[in-house]
């Protein structure tokens, strides 16, 4: 029988006319973010107020970045009108990296940047590209050609294992301690909700590594687990330090540690992961995922996609008015005023529990 499918899931299977309405405004709002992000950098420029940095090096990354966002929107409309959809959709995962990391790097390296709003739509807009032209929301019943590895690296997929294995972890995690420590801890790694991205975007990036390796010896599936393992944890406690001071954990203590933000031990536990993810959880996480009807895949993946977003940078906002609080700095901006009255010190203090927060520690 033929699942009926609600309007926002059947945008991929509309009728020519219904195809061409929903890819026109997508690309047109992708170009509208791209002059408006020139807009604002023009209208800043004009005023005088200029941006600042410590060393050459960022802000030519800063430009570097602009300009490979600028350059990968261009060719995804462009690809997209001359129905190379394949080729747009290779596009929009690039975009997805550069993003992300253009929004880290406003964060840690740019204070009061008009851009961030700019990244942030830009990424909503890539995400509902994907979701609107992926071939394989239903990986039993690929639309195109199947899939090569052990699932489909779709946003999809990917956003779920995401969610999933961010909850899990943290519940793991909460678990694990209270039994360690003997009483209840906060774990929680974002202001609203039980949320650890961590683990999720750790089981992300290990899926993505070995995606294609599931088949390969044990010893190479170990490996390479263990080196993105480690080497996406030695980023994060980086990214966190130098952001904002932050020291969520340390391996100091440990022999062969980096900088304390891992270690070959925790490289050798990432590596263990990663061969019990592949071989046993990933099949069963990817069941799960399966339960969600084919026809609500696609409302509910952005509706959720947009909730965790907010999330993921009021987190990062907050975190940000924390940072400045400590510092001693005035409460200047509204942003900051909103963020001392909902999530003050008492608040971040006991939802980020394990976290120590040293000012003198951060690059900023």
């Given at each position: 029988m033929r699942i009926r499918p609600c309007f926002c899931a059947r945008l991929a299977h509309m009728p020519f006319k219904g195809k061409q309405i929903g890819r026109h405004v997508l690309n047109a709002l992708m170009a509208l973010s791209v002059l408006s992000g020139v807009a604002q950098?023009?209208?800043?420029?004009?005023?005088?107020?200029?941006?600042?940095?410590?060393?050459?090096?960022?802000?030519?990354?800063?430009?570097?970045?602009?300009?490979?966002?600028?350059?990968?929107?261009?060719?995804?409309?462009?690809?997209?009108?001359?129905?190379?959809?394949?080729?747009?959709?290779?596009?929009?995962?690039?975009?997805?990296?550069?993003?992300?990391?253009?929004?880290?790097?406003?964060?840690?390296?740019?204070?009061?940047?008009?851009?961030?709003?700019?990244?942030?739509?830009?990424?909503?807009?890539?995400?509902?590209?994907?979701?609107?032209?992926d071939p394989n929301l239903d990986r039993h019943n690929p639309r195109e050609g199947g899939f090569r590895g052990a699932i489909p690296l779709s946003f999809y997929n990917l956003f779920w294992i995401f969610v999933i294995c961010s909850v899990a972890g943290l519940v793991g995690e909460t678990i694990v301690s209270f039994f360690r420590d003997g009483h209840w801890e906060s774990r929680a790694g974002l202001v609203?909700?039980?949320?650890?991205?961590?683990?999720?975007?750790?089981?992300?990036?290990?899926?993505?590594?070995?995606?294609?390796?599931?088949?390969?010896?044990?010893?190479?599936?170990f490996v390479v687990a263990g080196v993105v393992g480690a080497a996406f944890e030695y980023f994060a406690g980086w990214f966190w330090e130098s952001a904002f001071g932050i020291v969520a954990w340390s391996y100091e203590s440990q022999p062969f540690n980096i900088h304390g933000h891992t270690s070959l031990l925790m490289a050798c536990v990432w590596g263990a992961i990663g061969l019990v993810w592949m071989k046993a959880l990933l099949p069963q996480v990817m069941k799960l995922v399966d339960l969600i009807p084919l026809r609500a895949r696609v409302p509910l993946t952005l509706a959720f996609t947009v909730v965790l977003l907010v999330d993921a940078i009021l987190t990062?906002?907050?975190?940000?008015?924390?940072?400045?609080?400590?510092?001693?700095?005035?409460?200047?901006?509204?942003?900051?005023?909103?963020?001392a009255q909902h999530f003050g010190d008492e608040f971040m203090q006991s939802r980020f529990e394990t976290m120590s927060m040293w000012t003198s520690l951060a690059d900023r």
């Open positions: 950098i023009a209208t800043r420029s004009a005023t005088g107020d200029t941006w600042e940095f410590d060393a050459l090096w960022q802000p030519i990354m800063y430009v570097s970045l602009i300009t490979a966002i600028a350059v990968c929107l261009v060719e995804l409309v462009a690809k997209d009108r001359q129905g190379n959809v394949h080729a747009a959709r290779m596009f929009a995962r690039a975009l997805v990296a550069l993003l992300i990391f253009a929004f880290g790097f406003d964060v840690l390296f740019i204070e009061d940047t008009p851009l961030s709003s700019t990244f942030v739509f830009q990424f909503v807009c890539v995400i509902a590209y994907q979701m609107r032209n609203i909700g039980p949320f650890s991205p961590i683990y999720g975007m750790g089981a992300v990036l290990i899926t993505v590594a070995l995606n294609r390796l599931e088949e390969r010896k044990a010893i190479v599936l990062v906002i907050c975190m940000n008015c924390w940072y400045l609080r400590k510092l001693g700095e005035p409460i200047e901006t509204p942003w900051q005023e909103f963020c």
